[in-house]
């Protein structure tokens, strides 16, 4: 049993989010789930016009927030770009007020061996994951400091693995694997360095594979054996409404439901009264 269980749950009314990755998926999930507290959701993405292979734009996931009860900040950003991460929380700010709440999703994908992953591939792994996850981080602790202040219950939740130096975790896919641990290593890290300033700093991650827009494109992949994003989102909205003071956790999404009293996870399931899901990576 996790120590979440233990923690008076706060609402997110009012609590401004600052979501990557959240024009779709498990972001836009979180989002809409926040969304229903009345919450400010700012949305950093990079999809600005309509693909029919990929659904969802900035635009359309404010719209489904602002249907779903909050209030939204579409902006378009790369965060692997500085500048464009440093004027998108100074944005935040401006409309908002400050950020509470930061959520690294955005994530880039490549379950391929060293051959098969070029450099520009591994730079862009690792550069949306680690990199972005490090550099949204730092672009938004002067805002969560201000928030731990003002006793707003400021916290980081990443989504990211535990970490497990296991050589099977890695030899399919050591790119993949290292972008990934990277933000894991961000979340381990940053905990600690955080704890001082009253920040909570957590990953959570799914033991089942999550029926996404990403998983759709990996060959092999059957969706009617995974689960909906809103699993994600609604442990994320049970760790996000618990105290900061649980930190430098590593988060299993049924895990975390089942210690808020959720054990039927049908209602989740792609295909109703499946029982055989495709499992995630890096849950042993």
């Given at each position: 049993?996790?120590?979440?269980?233990?923690?008076?749950?706060v609402s997110l009314q009012g609590k401004t989010l600052f979501i990557t990755g959240a024009s779709r998926g498990i972001g836009l999930a979180i989002a809409k789930r926040a969304a229903l507290d009345g919450a400010n959701i700012v949305i950093v993405a990079k999809t600005t016009e309509a693909n029919p292979k990929l659904p969802g734009t900035i635009y359309s996931a404010a719209a489904?927030?602002?249907a779903a009860g909050g209030r939204a900040l579409a902006l378009s950003v790369d965060i692997r770009d500085e500048e464009a991460v440093m004027a998108a929380v100074a944005k935040a700010v401006e409309v908002?007020?400050?950020?509470?709440?930061?959520?690294?999703?955005?994530?880039?994908?490549s379950l391929t061996n060293t051959e098969a992953t070029p450099m520009k591939r591994f730079d862009l792994m690792n550069g949306v994951n680690a990199r972005g996850t490090y550099l949204c981080t730092l672009a938004c602790l002067p805002e969560l400091k201000k928030s731990a202040q003002a006793g707003r219950n400021p916290q980081v939740l990443t989504m990211s693995p535990p970490l497990s130096m296991q050589t099977h975790w890695f030899a399919p896919h050591t790119a993949y694997t290292m972008a990934k641990y990277g933000m894991s290593m961000c979340t381990l890290g940053h905990a600690g360095e955080f704890k001082k300033y009253g920040i909570g700093v957590n990953?959570?991650?799914?033991?089942?594979?999550?029926?996404?827009?990403?998983?759709?494109?990996?060959?092999?992949?059957d969706l009617a054996l995974c689960r909906k994003p809103e699993i994600m989102a609604?442990?994320?909205?049970?760790?996000?409404?618990?105290?900061?003071?649980?930190?430098?956790?590593?988060y299993i999404d049924d895990a975390v439901l089942a210690d808020h009293g959720v054990t039927d996870l049908d209602c989740y399931a792609v295909t109703p009264g499946n029982t055989n899901f495709l499992p995630d990576f890096f849950v042993d």
């Open positions: 049993m996790s120590d979440l269980n233990q923690a008076n749950p489904e927030v602002e908002f007020g400050g950020i509470d709440i930061l959520v690294n999703n955005a994530s880039a994908i990953s959570l991650w799914p033991r089942t594979a999550i029926a996404t827009a990403a998983m759709q494109m990996i060959p092999g992949v609604d442990a994320a909205y049970c760790v996000l409404t618990s105290s900061n003071a649980n930190t430098g956790n590593f």
